[in-house]
């Protein structure tokens, strides 16, 4: 049975992603008249880079997709690759081969970087991301699967003043209080049908009746705040998958003369735009968060623990720019503090509902329903809520697979997490907000921290010293260590001119 979102090369195929080779996308080629194949990856910026390979005859594909393209790596890996030994291969990844939503003409893949010995670019973001996860495979015997949350903001031109919705009022909005629905679904229909990894779309709490900016591209728009939250898949994977979707999140507003911007904060007193990060260990194809009676289990608690010991650093890769510090401000719904709890968003990392004690639950409102459903696969995620849309995708995956598995490998790991569970609002709570952790309140603050413990990072390989100081030496030239004192110093409406200006300097990065 296919389905409409159906990967359209699965159709094709007849097989799924992981099973393609050469042979089908020659096939596809001939009989789709396909006009160029491109190839994409990821730069140093984070954003997906592209070259346009016009397809002439079977053998010149052939050869491209078996030995791929070479690129300039000194101008995709600015100020990390030398010029003078710059050239690198870019080959395709076939499992990540789509049919472009906006050229109906191109086959499209997503490509590694190799060097000219035929091995992975230790420097690549993704392929940081990858080492990650292959070490931590090989070292703890489970597999790390995670979903992202994107949240994002849609900003059009300001239409008539009908249906406005409240300001922070805004979540799962309904037309006609949201008016960019036939967007929203069409960036969902192109993402599932080439991840075939989306869980669902929605409107966020963040609205702007009309925004007022210094910046031209924004100033006087109206702002909707959207989110895609994605499946669990391999942490690698997932790299891909959101970095992709924020590819196809751009041109499909674009196209609709929309601006989609991924910038951390946007408004003052509106809700950041967070890249909350879901996980779950897996072993043979089961997920193993909780124990048979549905409580989380030490595996579960150990991975928390690990995510509490690495949070302060894990900023350098998932708050990369000062408006993002504004964003991790309290009653915001984003953290400020080290901590784990269930079901609580004012908590760093949060333990959401997973089905792990409950069932068929269809049953208990559709009385007319008698046939069971049977899943006993658990669905239990921890989700780590610091990153926002500034994010290094992949190293913020990669960072965060290190984490857990420094976790796995602590024999006090259960206990760590145990003495930084909280419950209710900690916002609220003095007592037990002084005894937590603060969370890095700027980039120059992050960046000490990331060389502070950067061996921890640098082990068996994974991210390579020029990286930890490339990271290291951006978060620096934010110069934000006094940015806080200085805005608060300020006359109301000065400012809040001047808070703009921060919050609006980075509307298109990564």
């Known amino acids: 049975m296919s389905f409409a979102l159906t ?29 160029r194949i491109t190839f994409h990856y990821t730069a140093l910026d984070g954003k997906l880079k592209e070259l346009k390979i016009p397809v002439q005859n079977r053998k010149q594909a052939e050869r491209i997709l078996a030995s791929g393209e070479r690129v300039d790596g000194s101008s995709l890996f600015k100020g990390l690759v030398d010029t003078a030994v710059s050239d690198l291969y870019v080959i395709p990844d076939y499992k990540t081969a789509f049919l472009n939503p906006f050229d109906s003409g191109s086959l499209d893949f997503i490509c590694r970087f190799i060097n000219r010995n035929g091995e992975r670019v230790p420097f690549a973001l993704d392929n940081i991301c990858f080492k990650a996860h292959e070490t931590f495979k090989k070292n703890t015997g489970f597999e790390l699967h995670a979903l ?77 705040q959207v989110e895609i939250e994605f499946l669990p898949v391999p942490v690698d994977e997932m790299g891909d998958h ?84 504004l964003r991790l401000v309290p009653d915001q719904e984003a953290p400020t503090r080290v901590c784990w709890s269930d079901m609580n968003r004012s908590a760093m990392v949060r333990v959401p509902l997973g089905w792990s004690n409950v069932r068929d639950l269809s049953k208990l409102v559709n009385p007319a329903q008698t046939e069971a459903f049977h899943d006993t696969d658990s669905r239990q995620t ?47 709570d003095k007592e037990t907000w002084n005894r937590l952790t603060p969370l890095p309140k700027c980039c120059v603050e992050s960046s000490k921290l990331l060389v502070e413990i950067r061996e921890q990072y640098e082990k068996d390989g994974i991210f ?22 200085q805005l608060a110093s300020l006359p109301p409406d000065e400012r809040l001119r001047e808070t703009r200006k921060v919050l609006h300097k980075d509307l298109h990065l990564h």
């Not at 849609?154 to 209080?177: C, I, M, V, W």
């Not at 290094?392 to 697979?401: P, S, Y």
């Not at 930890?468 to 030239?477: E, F």
Request: glycine share 8%; proline share 5%.
């Open 148 to 224: 992202g949350e994107l949240e994002f903001f849609l900003l059009r031109d300001e239409p008539q003043h009908l249906y406005p919705n409240p300001k922070q009022r805004g979540y799962h909005a309904t037309s006609p209080f949201a008016k960019s629905g036939d967007v929203l679904n069409e960036m969902l229909n192109y993402i599932s049908a080439i991840t075939g990894a989306v869980k669902y779309g929605h409107y966020e709490v963040g609205y702007v009746e009309k925004l007022a900016s210094d910046n031209p591209e924004i100033d006087g728009k109206q702002a909707e």
């Open 7 to 35: 990967n359209p090369l699965t159709l094709l195929t007849g097989k799924e992603p992981h099973e393609f080779n050469r042979q089908d996308f020659l096939n596809i080629l001939a009989s789709r008249q396909i006009e």
């Open 382 to 428: 921890v989700e780590l809520r610091t990153g926002d849309g500034s994010a290094f995708v992949h190293l913020l995956l990669a960072g965060i697979t290190m984490a857990a598995e420094s976790g796995l490998a602590d024999p006090d790991g259960v206990k760590t997490a145990e003495k930084l569970y909280v419950k209710g609002n900690i916002f609220e």
């Open 242 to 325: 959101l970095v992709l979707a924020r590819w196809i999140i751009r041109n499909v507003a674009y196209k609709h003369g929309m601006v989609a911007t991924f910038t951390p904060k946007l408004e003052e007193g509106v809700a950041g735009s967070g890249l909350h990060v879901h996980m779950a260990l897996m072993k043979n194809g089961k997920n193993k968060m909780v124990k048979p009676d549905g409580a989380l289990s030490d595996e579960a608690m150990k991975v928390m623990g690990g995510l509490c010991r690495y949070a302060n650093s894990l900023t350098a890769f998932g708050n990369t720019v000062s408006s993002s510090y």
């Open 464 to 485: 390579p010293p020029s990286m930890i100081d490339y990271l290291s030496k951006q978060l620096a030239t934010e110069y934000d260590e006094q940015l806080n004192r």
